[in-house]
């Protein structure tokens, strides 16, 4: 059974960091997603890793700021930088298969999400 809980969000000033994590079980093999959801807007595709950890692909909106990475049983997602249009749910997810994708429909399963706020 595929579980995948999500941790470390909180309120942060503009300007700061935050580092997500996501337990998941079930994940070998598979490429694993960071998206989000501000309110009154739909969910965006954040940040991607493949199965390896070896291949890595951002939302422009992110890139420089975002890290995505994978040690064993979590992935993570470093945030600097952060600005308060960053402020939404964090939803970590696994993908149908080994390769990177940016499109919700190739992701099969999905964490129950963790607020991020960042003050201005």
């Known amino acids: 059974q595929v579980q995948l809980v999500e941790s470390g969000g909180g309120l942060v000033q503009a300007g700061g960091s935050l580092r997500l994590s996501c337990a998941a079980s079930?994940?070998?093999?598979?490429?694993m997603g960071w998206f989000r959801q501000a309110p009154g807007k739909e969910q965006e595709f954040v940040a991607v890793?493949?199965?390896?950890?070896?291949s890595t692909y951002y939302a422009d909106s992110v890139k420089g700021r975002f890290t995505i990475s994978r040690d064993k049983g979590t992935v993570y997602l470093r945030m600097n930088s952060l600005k308060p249009e960053d402020t939404a749910v964090y939803y970590c997810?696994?993908?149908?298969?080994?390769?990177?994708?940016?499109?919700?429909?190739?992701?099969?399963?999905w964490g129950q999400g963790t607020q991020v706020t960042v003050s201005s």
């Open positions: 079930g994940h070998n093999g598979y490429a």
């Open positions: 997810a696994r993908a149908n298969g080994p390769n990177s994708t940016t499109r919700r429909p190739d992701y099969e399963y």
């Open positions: 890793i493949n199965w390896s950890g070896g």
